[in-house]
């Protein structure tokens, strides 16, 4: 009897010692920020994966949503708490060769790469009667609206190629569809992994559209080359050649504890790649965290973080509770 009562006062003396122990931890919690995109689009739902994840590694993750690279390069460097954005690859080239403002060059020279993640492809839909990117000389071409991603990666394409629209159209991809199946654009971009579910929902063979292959040197040569499978979507009966952006995690070039903080929040997502794999978006299934991405370089305090690792490696969303041991040895 006397021993029962000993280990049941052992027992809650556990239990409230690893209580105030994770209350402690919570209160030490590294708080940390990521701005990411739409509400409704992939950006957002990594982060969200991400949060998740960084909630059992004691980092307190906020996730922000934003209109687009731009401004995400602006948020990582200005925005409090916000040591980290999504971005697309192209952004750094696009502030390079054609955005004009002064401080966002300065700034885009301090944005650093933590991981590349996964291809956006670059659809063009157009009229059938457009049978390649070039043929776009003289068109008018919808673009996206003015600081999103599709419009930024459709500047650039035009820029790089020396291709020459008649007319640019800056509007959001919903309203490019009407206008494109109502004769008033010849075709129009929008950056996404396929399937993109406005393509794959409100076309049809009825509206004599087609995906235009994107095989421009200049093009080919800047961006890494993809193909959209055949019956991607059911009006589209071929592979069509075309080109990718791949989505990158990025931080602005610290030198201060967010430095060891972005280090320790990219050694959990490398360790935890294929938790995430396995139950966060799909697109993390086609996630190479080597992926050597031109033009960008990886930020040195998540590889020095990796190269002196000086905490416990965090356990892997597994349950190893003490307070259920200790009961079960009681019984």
């Not at 929008?190 to 087609?210: H, I, M, N, T």
């Not at 490696?313 to 041991?325: A, G, R, S």
Request: charged share 20%; aromatic share 10%; net charge positive.
């Amino acid at each position: 009897m006397r021993k029962g009562i000993i280990r049941f006062c052992c027992l809650v003396l556990c239990i409230l010692f690893f209580s105030l122990n994770s209350h402690a931890e919570t209160a030490r919690a590294t708080s940390m920020g990521i701005i990411t995109g739409g509400p409704q689009g992939t950006y957002f739902q990594f982060g969200l994966n991400l949060k998740q994840l960084m909630e059992k590694n004691g980092i307190d993750l906020t996730v922000s949503n934003s209109n687009g690279s731009v401004s995400n390069v602006f948020a990582v460097y200005k925005k409090p708490n916000t040591q980290m954005g999504i971005v697309q690859s192209d952004v750094l080239a696009f502030v390079a060769k054609i955005e004009s403002d002064p401080v966002l060059k300065r700034i885009a020279k301090k944005i650093k790469m933590v991981y590349p993640l996964y291809n956006e492809e670059i659809h063009l839909v157009g009229i059938k009667e457009i049978a390649s990117f070039d043929e776009l000389e003289g068109k008018r071409v919808a673009i996206g609206r003015e600081g999103s991603g599709t419009y930024l990666t459709a500047k650039l394409l035009f820029k790089v190629s020396g291709i020459q629209p008649d007319e640019l159209v800056t509007i959001g991809a919903t309203e490019a569809l009407k206008q494109l199946k109502a004769g008033r654009v010849d075709a129009m971009f929008y950056v996404a992994g396929y399937p993109v579910k406005l393509f794959s929902e409100q076309v049809s063979e009825l509206d004599s559209l087609a995906i235009i292959p994107i095989k421009n040197k200049a093009i080919v040569d800047f961006y890494p080359e993809s193909t959209i499978p055949a019956a991607t979507y059911a009006w589209q009966p071929e592979a069509i050649h075309s080109v990718a952006v791949k989505s990158v995690l990025v931080s602005f070039n610290f030198r201060n504890a967010h430095c060891k903080n972005v280090g320790r929040f990219a050694y959990q997502l490398k360790e935890n790649l294929e938790w995430l794999k396995q139950n966060g978006h799909p697109k993390w299934n086609s996630v190479d965290l080597e992926y050597p991405l031109k033009g960008w370089q990886q930020y040195d305090c998540v590889q020095n973080f990796h190269l002196n690792i000086k905490e416990p490696k965090v356990e892997k969303f597994e349950e190893n509770n003490p307070v259920l041991k200790a009961i079960k040895e009681m019984l």
